[in-house]
Protein backbone atom coordinates (compact mmCIF):
# COMPACT_ATOMS: atom_id res chain seq x y z
CA UNK A 1 0.00 0.00 0.00
CA UNK A 2 1.34 3.14 -1.06
CA UNK A 3 -0.30 6.47 0.86
CA UNK A 4 -0.23 9.83 -1.22
CA UNK A 5 -0.80 13.47 0.47
CA UNK A 6 -2.07 16.27 -1.95
CA UNK A 7 -0.83 19.94 -1.54
CA UNK A 8 -0.67 22.90 -3.05
CA UNK A 9 -4.62 23.28 -3.95
CA UNK A 10 -6.49 26.74 -3.64
CA UNK A 11 -8.64 29.81 -5.17
CA UNK A 12 -7.01 31.28 -8.45
CA UNK A 13 -8.07 34.06 -10.97
CA UNK A 14 -8.70 32.56 -14.09
CA UNK A 15 -5.53 33.21 -16.25
CA UNK A 16 -3.67 32.38 -13.11
CA UNK A 17 -1.46 29.49 -11.69
CA UNK A 18 -0.97 27.14 -9.14
CA UNK A 19 1.47 23.80 -8.54
CA UNK A 20 0.15 20.87 -7.43
CA UNK A 21 2.36 18.18 -5.34
CA UNK A 22 2.08 14.51 -4.65
CA UNK A 23 3.85 12.66 -1.77
CA UNK A 24 4.19 8.97 -2.02
CA UNK A 25 5.01 7.12 1.10
CA UNK A 26 7.76 5.00 -0.85
CA UNK A 27 10.26 5.05 -3.63
CA UNK A 28 7.75 5.97 -6.99
CA UNK A 29 10.63 4.71 -9.34
CA UNK A 30 9.36 1.45 -9.92
CA UNK A 31 5.46 2.45 -9.82
CA UNK A 32 3.63 0.94 -13.03
CA UNK A 33 1.47 4.48 -13.19
CA UNK A 34 1.44 7.81 -10.88
CA UNK A 35 -0.65 10.62 -11.97
CA UNK A 36 -3.21 13.49 -11.38
CA UNK A 37 -6.77 13.22 -11.76
CA UNK A 38 -9.93 15.26 -10.98
CA UNK A 39 -13.23 15.59 -10.38
CA UNK A 40 -15.92 18.22 -10.64
CA UNK A 41 -19.13 18.58 -8.91
CA UNK A 42 -21.63 16.30 -11.61
CA UNK A 43 -18.88 14.89 -13.26
CA UNK A 44 -16.71 11.72 -13.63
CA UNK A 45 -13.17 11.89 -12.31
CA UNK A 46 -11.10 12.15 -15.09
CA UNK A 47 -7.49 12.09 -15.81
CA UNK A 48 -5.27 14.93 -15.78
CA UNK A 49 -1.64 13.69 -16.42
CA UNK A 50 0.30 10.92 -16.01
CA UNK A 51 3.36 9.08 -15.98
CA UNK A 52 2.90 5.86 -17.64
CA UNK A 53 4.70 2.49 -16.89
CA UNK A 54 7.36 3.11 -19.47
CA UNK A 55 7.93 6.44 -18.22
CA UNK A 56 6.30 8.82 -21.04
CA UNK A 57 3.66 11.01 -20.21
CA UNK A 58 0.21 11.51 -20.92
CA UNK A 59 -2.24 14.05 -20.72
CA UNK A 60 -6.16 15.48 -21.29
CA UNK A 61 -6.51 17.21 -24.54
CA UNK A 62 -8.10 19.86 -22.38
CA UNK A 63 -5.17 20.70 -20.64
CA UNK A 64 -2.44 20.10 -23.06
CA UNK A 65 -0.19 23.22 -23.42
CA UNK A 66 -1.18 24.34 -19.75
CA UNK A 67 -0.44 21.73 -17.56
CA UNK A 68 3.02 20.00 -16.99
CA UNK A 69 4.16 16.87 -15.20
CA UNK A 70 6.91 16.31 -13.08
CA UNK A 71 8.78 13.95 -10.96
CA UNK A 72 11.23 14.19 -8.32
CA UNK A 73 12.21 10.54 -7.47
CA UNK A 74 14.92 11.57 -4.19
CA UNK A 75 11.83 12.96 -2.97
CA UNK A 76 9.12 10.63 -4.04
CA UNK A 77 7.12 13.50 -5.43
CA UNK A 78 5.00 14.22 -8.55
CA UNK A 79 4.22 18.17 -9.74
CA UNK A 80 1.32 19.37 -11.54
CA UNK A 81 2.21 22.60 -12.67
CA UNK A 82 -0.81 24.65 -13.76
CA UNK A 83 -0.91 27.46 -16.08
CA UNK A 84 -3.37 29.57 -17.73
CA UNK A 85 -6.39 28.25 -15.19
CA UNK A 86 -9.82 28.44 -16.54
CA UNK A 87 -13.28 28.17 -14.48
CA UNK A 88 -13.64 24.82 -16.24
CA UNK A 89 -10.34 23.68 -14.51
CA UNK A 90 -12.21 24.23 -11.22
CA UNK A 91 -12.21 20.65 -9.47
CA UNK A 92 -10.85 18.23 -6.85
CA UNK A 93 -7.54 17.19 -7.67
CA UNK A 94 -6.33 13.70 -6.67
CA UNK A 95 -3.14 11.71 -6.99
CA UNK A 96 -3.33 8.20 -8.30
CA UNK A 97 -0.23 5.45 -7.86
CA UNK A 98 -0.87 1.98 -9.55
CA UNK A 99 2.05 -0.39 -8.15
CA UNK A 100 2.80 -4.54 -7.98
CA UNK A 101 2.90 -7.32 -9.81
CA UNK A 102 -0.84 -7.41 -9.10
CA UNK A 103 -1.50 -3.73 -9.77
CA UNK A 104 -3.17 -1.81 -6.60
CA UNK A 105 -4.18 1.47 -7.14
CA UNK A 106 -4.19 3.49 -4.19
CA UNK A 107 -5.56 7.52 -4.08
CA UNK A 108 -4.61 10.45 -2.16
CA UNK A 109 -7.36 12.50 -0.42
CA UNK A 110 -7.94 15.33 -2.74
CA UNK A 111 -6.84 18.90 -2.97
CA UNK A 112 -9.67 21.41 -4.19
CA UNK A 113 -8.93 23.54 -6.92
CA UNK A 114 -11.19 26.74 -7.45
CA UNK A 115 -10.96 29.31 -10.57
CA UNK A 116 -12.83 32.48 -10.33
CA UNK A 117 -12.98 35.45 -10.12
Known amino acids: QVQLVESGGGLVQPGGSLRLSCAASRRILNFRFMGWYRQAPGKQRELVAAFTSSGSTTYADSVKGRFTISRDNANNTINLQMNSLKPEDTAVYYC???????????WGQGTQVTVSS
Open 96 to 106: KATTGFTPRDD
